[in-house]
């Protein structure tokens, strides 16, 4: 399985982009990034995902280097509810077994 | 649609006693998994399943079993409760990718909003 590495926590000012990085340097080239936040005391919930090239959501932005060993999450208008840890995790082409999740990256957002 | 329901929310035991965490999806997935979240610890999975009548071990089995009668149903059973499972736990749902039995890269996981156990 792929390794990702994420900062432990960032922080935000409210109605500011927040950019979360994500590094997975030993990704194949068929491996899926997903994304998943989890806010206090809910499940995770899926955020978004892609391969090569960038992605947008209702939720979300997410830019994938030209070399696919990072990627990047953003939020382009943090508010309090995007107060959570996000995950970023790599998903094979062909399927997964499981999702891995690491310890990923506790965003705090100031009012 | 209520997507992954998880009963009861809280629950304490006193070690030994047994129960039956509760799962069901009204998505029709055949996917469907367990995982125990500790502090510092993230996710780590206990059981998976990828159909009814299918169920397979995952990181962390040891004390919990898991049956999958119907699609829409996985429940957690923890046959002697410890100190050591004391923790929150989630279950998820997903579709699966064609005939291969794995998760769609294309298909997210659904999450219910956890059991918190502890045991005295």
């Known amino acids: 399985d792929a390794k990702t590495t994420q900062p432990n926590s960032m922080e935000s000012n409210e109605e500011e982009p927040v950019h979360l990085p994500c590094n997975h340097s030993t990704i194949s080239g068929t491996d899926y990034i997903h994304w998943y936040r989890q806010l206090p005391s809910q499940g995770p919930e899926y955020v978004i995902h892609g391969l090569t090239s960038n992605v947008n959501n209702r939720m979300a932005s997410l830019a994938i280097a030209e070399d696919r060993k990072s990627s990047t999450l953003i939020l382009h208008r943090a508010t309090l509810r995007d107060a959570a840890v996000y995950y970023c995790?790599?998903?094979?082409?062909?399927?997964?077994?499981?999702?891995?999740f690491g310890k990923g990256t506790k965003l705090t957002v100031n009012p | 649609n209520a997507g992954v329901t998880q009963t009861p929310k809280f629950q304490v035991l006193k070690t030994g006693q047994s129960m039956t965490l509760q799962c069901a999806q009204d998505m029709n997935h055949e996917y469907m998994s367990w995982y125990r979240q500790d502090p510092g610890m993230g996710l780590r999975l206990i059981h998976y399943?990828?159909?009814?009548?299918?169920?397979d071990q995952g990181e962390v089995p040891n004390g919990y079993n898991v049956s999958r009668s119907t699609t829409e149903d996985f429940p957690l059973r923890l046959l002697s409760a410890a100190p050591s499972q004391t923790s929150v736990y989630f279950c998820?749902?997903?579709?699966?990718?064609?005939?291969?039995?794995?998760?769609?890269?294309?298909?997210?996981?659904?999450f219910g909003n956890g059991t918190r156990l502890t045991v005295t």
């Open positions: 399943s990828v159909g009814a009548g299918i169920t």
């Open positions: 995790i790599p998903t094979l082409q062909g399927g997964s077994e499981k999702l891995v």
């Open positions: 998820a749902s997903s579709y699966l990718s064609g005939d291969r039995g794995r998760i769609s890269y294309n298909s997210p996981l659904h």
